[in-house]
């Protein structure tokens, strides 16, 4: 019996602040997430797998300049990108993650890869690379990366010590972090995430989004979860896994667990920032406590949602 499936994705909670939206970016953004999550969504309802479909959707998402991740990745303190990813089959708790890589236009499908075809789950840096180049990965020259307004925005803090996060309500807020959440016909789950970090990064920094079960989790037995916000905070609260842990110890449904822990436990260590979560019968949850989330949603009732600010 084919049993209900759904899609979700974000692209940051860091959302320009309202103020500051214009008619023009809003269409632009909301074209972006419309593309990546019909064309996710077309492949679910083909059949084909939730790691497919979010692997397909996250690669949308990077190869837009608007989002942090990809082509639209922040600088670093050096003036280069580095990228990290995750993807996790819930089915399987098979994972693949890479981290500070450079060069890769979709730093996802390389994430899938270290699932698939290692026999590890996390890879970073010049072994990430190395990796890559052993699957005759092509790479990017920087020009690929290079956005105007990005550039701008790390030439305000260029040579200082302050870095910036995408998802700051005090600061005229930029892109954000990319992921995707899915439950496919065959009743598993998946979720993947894909991050250019934060603007002027030093020292090798990585967020949570490649964490395995802190930016990105999946788990047939609960949920599947993509993160985006504080990094640090994620990492601290262990997120993905917190809003899976919620459901499976205390019975808590994906709504009420990814609402505990955007709305409650990350406020009370300081977080900020959201999550795209779905759970086996295809329910879908989007919470954040920022002042909005690129988002979107589509299920095999009949419903789609695009939206930015609240619903
Ligand atoms: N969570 C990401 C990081 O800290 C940033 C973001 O979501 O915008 O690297």
Known sequence: MIQPFSLAIHGGAGTLVKGQMTFEKETAYKKALELALDEGFALLKEGASAVDAVEKSVALLENSPLFNAGKGSVFTAHGTHEMDAAIMNGKTLDAGAVSLIHGIKNPIALARDVMEKSDHI?????GAMEFA??????LEDASYFYDEFRYQQWQEIKGTDSF???HSVKKESKFGTVGAVACDQHGNLAAATSTGGMTNKRFGRVGDSPMIGVGNYANNKTCAVSCTGSGEFFIKGVVAYDVSCLMEYKGLSVSDAASE????????????GGLIAVDIHGNIATPFNTEG???GSRTSYGERKIFIYGE
């Open 293 to 295: 989330m690129y988002r």
């Open 164 to 166: 910036q996060l995408d």
């Open 122 to 126: 996390f890879l970073a840096g010049e």
């Open 133 to 138: 180049k052993s699957l005759k990965y092509s």
């Open 261 to 272: 822990v955007i709305n409650k436990r990350l406020l009370e260590i300081g977080g900020d």
